[in-house]
């Protein structure tokens, strides 16, 4: 009788750290989504305007958001000054100034599992610079 009770107890032991194991690393294959937060118009007078959203994962962390105007990607900043949550708000500073003119911002994220927003979900806005 002891030597079944502690082979059970073994088994079921392993059948533990089986479905711990699970839940611990899920397959994630998603970027996270990006929520932009909507401006009043569709203009500004900023040369260096900002955008803010809020981004979320449903596995794993938003580990990086980053905004390009062109060629370049740049980052953004998580507004609680680090991107580590499944949840993320953050905010992106336009650093090159723009000249007059029509723009569209693409924005993408990443998560801590090397999930990058595919060319095809990238999240974008379409606006003016007009200066005063
Ligand atoms: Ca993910
Ligand atoms: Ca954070």
Known sequence: M?????????????LHVFHHG????????????????????VFTRSRNPT???????????????QYKIGDIWNNCLASD???????EEFICEIENSL????????????????NLTDISNYSYFDFLFLKD
């Not at 002891?2 to 392993?14: M, P, R, T, V």
């Not at 809020?54 to 990086?64: K, T």
């Not at 000054?81 to 949840?87: I, M, T």
């Open 2 to 14: 002891i030597l079944f009770g502690a082979e059970n107890s073994i088994f079921e032991n392993e």
């Open 22 to 41: 699970e839940h611990e690393s899920p397959a994630d294959t998603f970027a996270p989504t990006i929520q932009l937060n909507e401006w009043e118009n």
């Open 81 to 87: 000054g680090l991107f580590d949550e499944q949840e």
């Open 99 to 114: 000249a007059d003119g029509e723009y569209r911002i693409y924005f993408r994220a990443e998560d801590n599992n090397v």
């Open 51 to 65: 955008f803010s959203g809020h981004a979320s994962d449903d596995i794993g962390e938003v580990v990086a958001i």
